[in-house]
């Protein structure tokens, strides 16, 4: 009978998990595997084969000759320092931001529930959408902020919203922090739906204000969250492409071009599959190493001893 019922549990867990790993794993695998070699579907010398009439060139195991590469190019450092400003404004905004909203929808006021509804629907939104939602608002020409800001003669010219690095990057964090601050606000407001609230009272009967209560006993109670908030838009962060495709194409010049753009343009407008992963692993490796640095700021300290 427990044959039986193991041969049965494998049966319902088995394909879930023979998905996963072609899906996730496999990809994760190979994908580390190619950052060793030198593969460039471009490369018109070297050995190759003919598949349907055309040439395909063959790879070869480098070692860590493309992460080398990698750390001596002048345009990853670029995009590097430029990716852990968009990552720490981003991460600032949204935690700040999705904290401060689940705070008001934390209290009891009328049209509350259509609040909580109406505050997932930016982040239900493809990207792309998004993406192509802002364009509408801050487009130079046909934007509709510009339009009203020089209706109501705020402005004598246009504003090029996307054509100033600074301003392009910073209007890229808004927009993304528009985009991800409603699932911070989510993650908040359920840490905040589990304090108990015989903490509040006791915080009340000693004289402890609002400010009080937020300080000692919200803040304190949401570190669990808080963590996760912060790994999760860290991560995020260092991995948004897609606005970037559809607002900035990594431009004007390189100003918008991030760590993860960098590695996909190298990828797929290059084809040098080698190189591009091997930048895009060095992604991998700074968001583990910030994990741990979240881990011991946030939960570490204040984990219990014994």
């Known amino acids: 009978m427990k044959l039986r019922e193991g041969t049965l549990a494998w049966l319902f867990v088995g394909p879930p998990l023979l998905c996963i790993g072609l899906v996730v794993f496999f990809p994760l695998v190979y994908s580390l595997w190619l950052s060793f070699t030198d593969v460039n579907l471009l490369r018109t010398t070297g050995p190759a084969i003919e598949v349907g009439g055309m040439r395909v060139p063959l790879y070869r ?78 487009d130079f020409e046909f934007g509709a902020l510009n339009g009203v800001l020089l209706r109501i003669g705020l402005v004598e010219g246009a504003i090029a919203f996307f054509k100033e690095g600074w301003s392009a990057l910073n209007v890229l964090v808004s927009v993304y922090m528009w985009n991800q601050a409603p699932f911070a606000t989510l993650l908040f407001l359920a840490g905040m739906q589990s304090i108990s609230e015989d903490l509040y009272a006791a915080a009340e009967v000693d004289g402890a204000g609002y400010w009080r209560r937020l300080w000692y006993v919200t803040l304190p109670a949401l570190r669990p969250i808080v963590f996760l908030v912060l790994v999760l838009a860290t991560v995020n962060g260092f991995l948004m492409l897609d606005l970037i495709y559809v607002l ?26 080698g190189p591009g992963t091997a930048v895009l692993y060095t992604l991998t490796a700074l968001c583990l190493l910030l994990t741990v640095v979240y881990h011991k700021l946030v939960l570490a300290r204040f984990e219990p001893e014994g």
């Not at 670029?78 to 904290?99: I, K, N």
């Not at 431009?251 to 599959?273: A, L, N, Q």
């Open 248 to 273: 900035t194409m990594g431009g004007p010049g390189y100003d918008t071009t991030t760590v993860s753009w960098h590695g996909f343009k190298t990828s797929f407008t290059f084809f040098k599959f």
């Open 61 to 138: 195991w480098i070692g860590l000759r493309n992460y080398a590469q990698a750390l001596a190019d002048p345009i990853y450092w670029d995009s590097l320092w430029r990716t852990l400003y968009f990552v720490a404004a981003f991460v600032a905004e949204a935690t700040v931001v999705g904290l401060g909203m689940a705070l008001v929808l934390n209290e009891r006021f009328a049209g509350r529930p259509l609040l909580r509804s109406l505050l997932l629907v930016p982040w239900s939104l493809s990207r792309i959408v998004v993406g192509l939602l802002w364009i509408g608002i801050l």
